[in-house]
């Protein structure tokens, strides 16, 4: 068994970031564990490949969910299964989340993580990882812009900057033309330290917890068993998914939960796996009167031959892009503080999305909007379906059940339906094509949000952080009740951060490592 003075459980985009700050100190040994491979997929660095990416199960886990929604369907909420995480198939999209966010998490966390101590961290984070403007002029998205401008909000160069209503271009994870992931920006530049080890294809069963203290881990490799010893600490970074799955394995969770899965009880922490909250997505698709957008050159063989030609030739065109080019943050009602709704917007509209596959593009020209809650109160939770590490997890989704995200849900379309009607963008929509002229009332768009809409890929608060004895971990993310145990992942938060969640979490790790440093 060898030892390493921090064992760290994920290599996504949390891991990522402690390897590359706790591995600085030469005198300090760290072992990385990931479950998946190297991230060499070519479709990886190149932007829009996220959409094959997505649907390739030896690159990214597929969880089922608890079915959802009055037809019952069972969904497929996706992570990345390769060096990176999820940091290497996602759309790209940057936030840092609104100031008042971070301040609610300081309210339930303590001043580590307030704005003015989150900034210097973001700050860090641009320095290694490449953010950058999706604009390009394109004539239909300009047309966009301008429409949301002559509703009244700000058109902004850094949307995730901005603290009031804005529409603009989306920053996203990108430079000349090439992803940049966790794995990119914070890991590869530093794998020849002698004293980081990365282990890959490396599945993590449990802690190993002696005399109150977590001493190391036991999993799998290649099928082969293994253990290592961690001389310091074990820091759990697999996500907000699949770390409650490792407490719970631990014998760390809730009496009722670890009954069910058939696993004794080491230590009482009932809220691990609960207060799952997640941005229930509702899309808004229209058909475009003329050959715009990206659908030729994405939805047929011939016009993917040819972006892949431009791609290869100058790093340029739609394969170039993030998930969505535009964004926007708006109130949905007055006399709110702060925008609680975000669009994101891009032009291309995608077939009826299959569970588990890739995307697909239409090959009629069209365009599509997503949105969402920013700050939803509906919970859900994840539990051990049984001990056997091999079983997905019980995922209970729990969207939409309150009438504040069911009423902003609804908000969310008809500000959408309201844009796309808005000149200069309203003349070039032929007709709405999803969710349909029919869905109309509040009712009516909730159901289709449950039936035809998605997750977020944005679940925290597995294992959320507090000031009180069953809170699952402190204000410096130590998990109570073991010692030398920390979570350091999306799981720990117990407000939900306005807007997409790798920049928060890239933060979020950075800021981790200062804590974990100053006791090092």
């Known amino acids: 068994m060898t030892t390493y003075d921090y064992v760290i459980v994920g290599g996504g985009t949390a891991g990522c970031v402690l390897a590359h700050r706790l591995s600085a100190d030469p005198r300090i040994t760290v072992l990385l564990i990931e479950a998946g491979d190297r991230d060499d997929d070519p479709r990886i660095g190149m932007p829009r490949g996220f959409g094959e990416l997505i649907g390739d199960p030896s690159r990214a886990w597929h969880y089922p969910t608890r079915p959802v929604g009055p037809d019952a369907r069972v969904e497929h909420w996706v992570r990345g299964r390769t060096l990176g995480g999820s940091s290497s198939v996602n759309g790209m999209v940057y936030n840092r989340g609104q100031r008042p966010d971070w301040d609610d998490v300081a309210s339930v966390g303590g001043p580590a993580w307030s704005w003015n101590s989150m900034i210097s961290a973001f700050r860090e984070v641009e320095k290694h990882l490449a953010v950058s403007s999706a604009a390009d002029g394109d004539p239909l998205l300009e047309d966009v812009l301008d429409a949301g401008t002559a509703l009244g909000w700000e058109r902004a160069p850094r949307p995730d900057e901005h603290a009031g209503e804005c529409i603009g271009y989306t920053r996203a994870t990108i430079r000349d033309g090439r992803r940049s992931s966790a794995s990119t920006a914070f890991l590869h530049p530093v794998l020849e330290r002698p004293n980081l080890t990365l282990s890959l294809r490396t599945a993590v069963d449990e802690v190993v917890v002696h005399d109150g203290h977590a001493i ?66 509702v899309t808004v698709q229209v058909r475009l009167t003329e050959d715009l957008g990206y659908n ?158 998605g997750s977020g890929y944005h679940a925290i608060g597995t294992a959320a952080m507090g000031p009180r004895e069953d809170d699952v971990v402190d204000e410096r993310l130590r998990v109570r009740g073991v010692g030398s145990l920390r979570v350091v992942d999306a799981s720990v938060l117990p407000v939900m951060v306005s807007g997409n969640l790798n920049g928060p979490v890239t933060a979020l790790a950075w800021r981790a490592a200062d804590l974990i440093l100053e006791t090092a």
């Not at 490799?221 to 970074?237: C, G």
């Not at 539990?383 to 009438?403: C, F, K, R, V, Y």
């Open 296 to 453: 030729r050159l994405l939805g047929t063989s011939e016009g993917l031959a040819e972006a892949m030609e431009e791609y290869r030739c100058r790093g340029g065109g739609p394969l170039a892009a993030p998930a969505f080019d535009v964004i926007g943050f708006y109130r949905t009602r007055s006399g709110i503080e702060r925008p609680d709704a975000q669009l994101q917007i891009a032009p291309y509209s995608i077939q009826p999305p299959e569970q588990g596959r890739e995307l697909g593009v239409e090959n009629a020209p069209g365009l599509m909007a997503i949105g969402y809650p920013l700050r939803p109160d509906s919970t859900g939770s994840v539990h051990l379906a049984s001990a056997d590490p091999d079983q997905p997890p019980t995922i209970d989704p729990g969207h939409l059940t309150t009438e504040h995200d069911r009423s902003i849900t609804a908000d969310v379309v008809t500000t959408l339906r309201r844009l796309l009607a808005t000149e200069p963008i309203a003349s070039r929509i032929a007709h709405e094509t999803v969710p349909g002229p029919a869905v109309r009332s509040d009712e009516e768009i909730v159901h289709a949000a449950l039936t035809r809409g």
């Open 216 to 281: 190391g881990v036991r999993g799998r490799q290649d099928e082969r068993r293994i253990a290592h010893r961690a001389a310091r600490e074990v820091i759990l970074s697999a996500g907000a998914i699949a770390t409650p799955g490792i407490l719970e394995r631990s014998g760390i969770g809730g009496h009722r939960a670890l009954e069910d899965a058939g696993i004794e009880q080491v230590v009482d922490s009932p809220h691990v796996g609960e207060r799952m909250r997640e941005h229930r997505v």
